[in-house]
């Protein structure tokens, strides 16, 4: 195998594995803690001081989903029935938790990063060919001029 070659396919391999680095980041999410919303309940209706009462709340009214903090600084999210949408806000409200309301992330994020270790890998692998193709001398010797043995 020819010295370029080897440059080549260790420049080809570092693009698929910085690629596949990329794409594994931009995929893995922890786990959220999750509880139910029975549970929930009684978290908002806690007594002040309780280290389980609810301190703020965060909504996400298309998913129905609800990020709450509670007074020992736990953050776990609760999924909530979509008919309990205006009595969940009505009973924060009501125990003093203001709600607020998540705004949808975008979600072509994770397709941007996936595209972008394509392209890098792409250009990865085309500058290795040219590499390769760049530093080959033409033949100076042809059949036609070989010298002739006496």
Known sequence: MPRHASRVVSLALAGVLAAGVLASAALAAAPAPTESYAKLLTQIDAKPGDPQRVTRA????????????????????????????????????RHGVKPVYSKRPAVHHTLRYIAAG???????????VWFYT???????????????AA
């Not at 909504?59 to 600084?73: E, F, I, P, Q, W």
């Not at 999924?79 to 806000?89: E, M, N």
């Open 118 to 128: 394509v392209v890098a890998v792409l250009l990865l692998i085309g500058g290795g």
């Open 134 to 148: 760049r530093g080959r001398e033409p033949d100076s010797a042809t059949e036609d001029e070989q010298p002739t």
């Open 58 to 93: 965060t909504l996400d009214k298309t998913d129905h989903h609800v990020r709450v903090t509670l007074a020992d600084g736990s953050r776990p999210l609760v999924s909530y029935p979509s008919a309990q949408d205006k009595f969940l806000v009505d009973t924060l409200i």
